[in-house]
C-alpha cells in the first residue's frame, strides 16, 4: 500500500489496553482515507443517538494517505467524533506537523474508546505505545501541558522530534465549546471535541517515529511536487497575501464587500477599514511564518503577544479570530483580538464558538433582554475587557460563566429570544454574512457539519474571483458551486491536504500528485465522486442522529432584515430559494433525504 | 566552489526539505533518513545539513548565546555524532552525509525550499 500505512491503532481507555488492527484496503479504495475513512469507521461503530460526552462515544484520530509522504500541504490530520456543541457528527481539521509524524511513527489512524479512570496522557514514541498518568500537565494550558511533557522526557533529543496535541482547562471541565489544540496553539477546527476528550479523561497524545512512507512513482512524484510548488510561487494570492498575512489578508476585502459581520451580525459594514486590515495587524504585531507540514505557503503566523502571562509565544489572530472574536463582539483593536485568540489557544476554545456565543450574551444585553444582573457579568459590544473575562470564565466554568459556556443556542433559548443566536445547528457561524455571499449561506445551512468556511470555500470564487468570476449576490448557479465545493473539501481533507492551495491551484491540479503517490488512476470526477459519497455518509449519520430539513436552514435575521447599511446594503439571503435546487442536485429527496437510488450510484 | 547557503530568518519549519531529501536518496518518506534536518529552538528553525562523520563526541562542549538565547552546540553541530540521533539512518546504523544530491550539485532540498532558507550559491 502506498502512502498509507495500514495500521490503526485502538485504544480503551477503561480497560487500558491497546491493539493495532490491519485497515481494510477496500474501505480506502472506497473513502480515500482520512475524513471519509474516519466518517466511515465511526458511523459503523457508533451509535448516532450516543452521548457525546458518554464513555460510548468514540473520538477518532485520522491522517489521509497523502501526509507525510512530501505531497504538497499534505500536514491535514482529522478528528472524527460526535460533536457535544451540536450533536452532529463532526470532522475537525488539524494541521501543523501532529498528522505527518502520527504517520511516521507508524499509523494512519487512532481510535480513543471508553475512559480513563484517571487523567491521562497517551505516547507513541517510537513504537513504545504507553498510556501514562498525567499528573503534573493536568489542569495546564495546551503550551504549558507541551512544555512539561517534555521536560519530563528522559531521552535529551526527543523533545526535538515529539509532537503532541492537547486540550486545554476547557475541554477538562467539558465545556462544550472546547476544541483540541495542536503543535503549540494551532487551535483545530470544530468546536465541541475538547469536551469529548476531555470526558474521556485524556488530555493528551504524543508521537513520534521512524518509520517510512512509500511513494508508487518517486521520480515522477518528485517533479509533479515541484511543479506545484511553482504554481503555488507563481500565484499571487498563495506567494504573496497568504505568505505574508495569514488568513487574515481577507478582512480589507470582506470589509468592502460589506461580508464582514458587526456586533453579532446586526451590521456588516465598517468604514475605518484601516484599523482592522493588514496594516493593524502589523502594527500590533510583529509576524514571523510559520509552516504546517511539508506546506510552501506558510500561512501560520507566529507573534509575541505582549502580556506577561503568555510570556512571547503567541499566534497572531487569522481572520475568523479578527471576525468572530473581534468585529462580531464590535471589538477593533488588534491587541485585544490577539489577546482573546491566545486565551482561547491556550484555554482550548473554539475561537469560532466561543466568540459567537460571547457575540449572543452581548446582543441580549444590548436588546434589554438579560441584564448583568441576571447573568453576573458584563457583556457589552466593544469593550475588550468583557470580552476577555468572559472568555477566561468560560474556560474554567468559574460561577456564571457556566450558562454562557453552554453555547450561544442554549443562552438564547434560556431568555426566550432564539432569534438573537447566529449559528445553525446549535454551531455559532464562521464569521461571514450569509446575506451578502448567497453560496456560503446556502453551504452553512447545509453543511453536515454546522455552518463552518472549511468545508466549502466557496469565498474563493465569489469574492476572490480565483477560478470563476461570480457574484456574490446572485443565487445563479450557487447550488452547483456549493456542492461541488463540498464534494472538493470531502476530498482534500480524505487525501490529508490543506483547502488553501486551491487559491493558487485548481482541484485538477491535485490529480497528477494523487495518482503517482498512490498508484491509482483516478480522474478528478471519480475522486468528486468519492467526495459526494463520504458527504451522504456523514449526512447518513446524520439523519440518524435526529437532524432533518428543519436543520438546513438560516437564522431568520439572514432571511428576514436586510443589511442595513454599507456596501451591501438591503441584501438578503435566499437561501430558501436555493434549497430545493441544491437538494435535487445531490440527488435528495424534498425533505433532504438521500433517495434510494443516489446511495445506491454511491455504493452506499 | 557551490554551497548551500542557508538563512534561518527565512525558514517556516515546513521540513518539505527533509523529505526532498529522503526521497531522492532512499527513495522513501522518512525525516530520519534524511541528510538535513530541521530543529526548533524557542521561535526560530535551524536548518542543519549532515556533515562528515565523528566516531567520539567532542571532549568540550558548548553553549553558545545569540542574543538572549542560549543554543545548545550538539544541536547545531553537522557531524553525524554517536552522541545523537540524527544523521544515522534509522535502519542501519549508517552515518548520513550530504553529496549535494549528485555532480554538479542539483540539491532536491533547495528545489522544495519554497521560503527561500535554502540557496544554492557558487563563489
Ligand atoms: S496553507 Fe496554511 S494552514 Fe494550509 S498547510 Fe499551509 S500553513 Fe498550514
Ligand atoms: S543537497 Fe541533497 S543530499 Fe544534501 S541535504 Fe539537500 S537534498 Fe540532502
Ligand atoms: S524547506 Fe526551507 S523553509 Fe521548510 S523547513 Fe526546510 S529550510 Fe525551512
Given at each position: 500500500m502506498y502512502g498509507c500505512t495500514g495500521r490503526c491503532?485502538?485504544?480503551?481507555?477503561?480497560?487500558?489496553?491497546?491493539?493495532?488492527?490491519?485497515?481494510?484496503?477496500?474501505?480506502?479504495?472506497?473513502?480515500?482515507?482520512?475524513?471519509?475513512?474516519?466518517?466511515?469507521?465511526?458511523?459503523?461503530?457508533?451509535?448516532?443517538?450516543?452521548?457525546?460526552?458518554?464513555?460510548?462515544?468514540?473520538?477518532?484520530?485520522?491522517?489521509?494517505?497523502?501526509?507525510?509522504?512530501?505531497?504538497?500541504?499534505?500536514?491535514?490530520?482529522?478528528?472524527?467524533?460526535?460533536?457535544?456543541?451540536?450533536?452532529t457528527i463532526v470532522c475537525a481539521k488539524m494541521r501543523g506537523h501532529f498528522g505527518a509524524e502520527l504517520k511516521f511513527a507508524g499509523f494512519d489512524m487512532i481510535i480513543i474508546e471508553g475512559k480513563a479512570e484517571f487523567p491521562v496522557i497517551l505516547s507513541i514514541l517510537d513504537d513504545k505505545i504507553n498510556i501514562q498518568p498525567a499528573l503534573e500537565c493536568w489542569g495546564r494550558t495546551t503550551s504549558?501541558?507541551?512544555?512539561?511533557?517534555?521536560?519530563?522526557?528522559?531521552?535529551?533529543?526527543?523533545?526535538?522530534?515529539?509532537?503532541?496535541?492537547?486540550?486545554?482547562?476547557?475541554?477538562?471541565?467539558l465545556v462544550p465549546l472546547a476544541n483540541i489544540v495542536n503543535d503549540r496553539l494551532l487551535s483545530v477546527g470544530g468546536a465541541g471535541i475538547g469536551a469529548v476528550m476531555g470526558s474521556k479523561n485524556l488530555k493528551a497524545i504524543a508521537v513520534k517515529g521512524s518509520h517510512s512512507l512509500s511513494v508508487a512513482d518517486g521520480d515522477r512524484f518528485v517533479r509533479v511536487v515541484t511543479t506545484l510548488i511553482n504554481k503555488l510561487n507563481s500565484a499571487p494570492l498563495t506567494s504573496q497575501s497568504m505568505s505574508a498575512w495569514g488568513s487574515a489578508f481577507l478582512v480589507g476585502l470582506c470589509n468592502q464587500k460589506g461580508v464582514l459581520p458587526q456586533k453579532n451580525f446586526q451590521a456588516a459594514a465598517f468604514t475605518e477599514s484601516k484599523d482592522i486590515g493588514t496594516e493593524a495587524l502589523a502594527n500590533a504585531f510583529a509576524l514571523r511564518s510559520r509552516g504546517c507540514f511539508a506546506c510552501p505557503i506558510a500561512c501560520i503566523k507566529k507573534?509575541?503577544?505582549?502580556?506577561?502571562?503568555?510570556?512571547?509565544?503567541?499566534?497572531?489572530?487569522?481572520?475568523?479570530?479578527?471576525?468572530?472574536?473581534?468585529?462580531?463582539?464590535?471589538?477593533?483593536?488588534?491587541?485585544?483580538?490577539?489577546?482573546?485568540?491566545?486565551?482561547?489557544?491556550?484555554?482550548?476554545?473554539d475561537p469560532i464558538a466561543a466568540g459567537g456565543t460571547v457575540a449572543t450574551a452581548m446582543e441580549l444585553m444590548e436588546k434589554g433582554i438579560t441584564s448583568s444582573d441576571t447573568l453576573k457579568l458584563e457583556f457589552r459590544f466593544g469593550q475588550g475587557e468583557d470580552l476577555l473575562q468572559a472568555l477566561t470564565l468560560i474556560a474554567t466554568k468559574k460561577g456564571h460563566a457556566k450558562r454562557i459556556g453552554k453555547g450561544g443556542e442554549a443562552l438564547a433559548g434560556e431568555y426566550g429570544a432564539p432569534g438573537s443566536f447566529m449559528g445553525v445547528k446549535g454551531l455559532p457561524m464562521a464569521p461571514f454574512d450569509p446575506r451578502s455571499i448567497q453560496g456560503m449561506g446556502l453551504h452553512f445551512a447545509t453543511c453536515n457539519y454546522g455552518p463552518h468556511h472549511?468545508?466549502?470555500?466557496?469565498?474563493?470564487?465569489?469574492?476572490?474571483?480565483?477560478?470563476?468570476?461570480?457574484?456574490?449576490?446572485?443565487?445563479?448557479?450557487?447550488?452547483?458551486?456549493v456542492k461541488r465545493y463540498q464534494d472538493m473539501g470531502a476530498v482534500i481533507d480524505s487525501l490529508g491536504l490543506c483547502n488553501w492551495p486551491l487559491m493558487g491551484l485548481k482541484f485538477n491540479n491535485f490529480v497528477p500528485m494523487v495518482n503517482s503517490?498512490?498508484?491509482?488512476?483516478?480522474?478528478?470526477?471519480?475522486?468528486?465522486?468519492?467526495?459526494?459519497?463520504?458527504?451522504?455518509?456523514?449526512?447518513?449519520?446524520?439523519?440518524?442522529?435526529?437532524?432533518?430539513?428543519?436543520?438546513?436552514?438560516?437564522?431568520?435575521?439572514?432571511?428576514?432584515?436586510?443589511?442595513?447599511?454599507?456596501?451591501?446594503?438591503?441584501?438578503?439571503?435566499?437561501?430558501?430559494?436555493?434549497?430545493?435546487?441544491?437538494?435535487?442536485?445531490?440527488?435528495?429527496?424534498?425533505?433532504?433525504?438521500?433517495?434510494?437510488?443516489?446511495?445506491?450510484?454511491?455504493?452506499? | 566552489m557551490p554551497r548551500i547557503k542557508i538563512?534561518?530568518?527565512?525558514?517556516?519549519?515546513?521540513?518539505?526539505?527533509?523529505?526532498?531529501?529522503?526521497?531522492?536518496?532512499?527513495?522513501?518518506?522518512?525525516?530520519?533518513?534524511?541528510?538535513?534536518?530541521?530543529?526548533?529552538?524557542?521561535?526560530?528553525?535551524?536548518?542543519?545539513?549532515?556533515?562528515?562523520?565523528?566516531?567520539?563526541?567532542?571532549?568540550?562542549?558548548?553553549?553558545?548565546?545569540?542574543?538572549?538565547?542560549?543554543?545548545?552546540?550538539?544541536?547545531?553541530?553537522?557531524?553525524?555524532?554517536?552522541?545523537?540521533?540524527?544523521?544515522?539512518?534509522?535502519?542501519?546504523?549508517?552515518?548520513?552525509?550530504?553529496?549535494?544530491?549528485?555532480?554538479?550539485?542539483?540539491?532536491?532540498?533547495?528545489?522544495?525550499?519554497?521560503?527561500?532558507?535554502?540557496?544554492?550559491?557558487?563563489?
Open positions: 491503532l485502538r485504544v480503551n481507555l477503561s480497560e487500558g489496553k491497546h491493539s493495532i488492527e490491519e485497515i481494510d484496503p477496500e474501505l480506502l479504495d472506497k473513502f480515500l482515507g482520512g475524513r471519509g475513512l474516519g466518517v466511515k469507521v465511526y458511523s459503523d461503530e457508533v451509535d448516532p443517538q450516543t452521548d457525546p460526552l458518554g464513555p460510548e462515544n468514540k473520538l477518532i484520530f485520522v491522517s489521509g494517505p497523502l501526509v507525510g509522504t512530501g505531497a504538497v500541504t499534505g500536514a491535514s490530520c482529522n478528528v472524527v467524533t460526535k460533536s457535544a456543541l451540536s450533536g504549558e501541558t507541551e512544555e512539561v511533557f517534555k521536560k519530563n522526557l528522559t531521552d535529551k533529543w526527543a523533545d526535538r522530534e515529539t509532537y503532541l496535541v492537547s486540550i486545554g482547562p476547557a475541554g477538562e471541565k507573534t509575541d503577544v505582549n502580556h506577561p502571562l503568555f510570556k512571547g509565544k503567541g499566534m497572531a489572530p487569522t481572520y475568523w479570530a479578527i471576525g468572530a472574536l473581534g468585529l462580531n463582539c464590535g471589538i477593533r483593536d488588534m491587541t485585544t483580538i490577539g489577546m482573546a485568540n491566545m486565551i482561547c489557544a491556550e484555554m482550548g476554545l472549511l468545508y466549502a470555500y466557496t469565498f474563493i470564487d465569489e469574492l476572490l474571483n480565483v477560478h470563476e468570476e461570480l457574484d456574490p449576490w446572485s443565487t445563479e448557479g450557487k447550488p452547483e458551486l503517490c498512490l498508484g491509482t488512476d483516478y480522474r478528478a470526477e471519480d475522486l468528486l465522486k468519492i467526495g459526494e459519497r463520504i458527504w451522504n455518509q456523514e449526512k447518513l449519520f446524520n439523519m440518524r442522529a435526529g437532524f432533518d430539513h428543519t436543520h438546513d436552514t438560516l437564522p431568520q435575521r439572514f432571511v428576514k432584515e436586510p443589511i442595513p447599511g454599507g456596501p451591501a446594503e438591503g441584501q438578503i439571503s435566499k437561501v430558501d430559494e436555493m434549497l430545493p435546487g441544491y437538494y435535487d442536485l445531490r440527488g435528495w429527496s424534498k425533505k433532504g433525504e438521500p433517495l434510494p437510488e443516489t446511495l445506491d450510484a454511491l455504493g452506499l | 538563512d534561518h530568518s527565512k525558514c517556516t519549519g515546513c521540513r518539505h526539505c527533509e523529505i526532498a531529501c529522503s526521497l531522492n536518496h532512499a527513495g522513501v518518506a522518512n525525516p530520519r533518513r534524511a541528510r538535513i534536518r530541521v530543529f526548533r529552538e524557542g521561535n526560530v528553525f535551524f536548518p542543519v545539513i549532515a556533515g562528515p562523520f565523528v566516531d567520539a563526541a567532542c571532549t568540550s562542549k558548548v553553549d553558545i548565546r545569540i542574543g538572549d538565547q542560549v543554543y545548545d552546540m550538539c544541536l547545531l553541530c553537522r557531524a553525524s555524532c554517536p552522541q545523537k540521533p540524527f544523521f544515522i539512518e534509522a535502519e542501519t546504523g549508517f552515518p548520513l552525509k550530504c553529496d549535494f544530491c549528485g555532480i554538479p550539485p542539483n540539491p532536491s532540498c533547495v528545489h522544495w525550499c519554497n521560503s527561500g532558507a535554502l540557496e544554492l550559491v557558487d563563489d
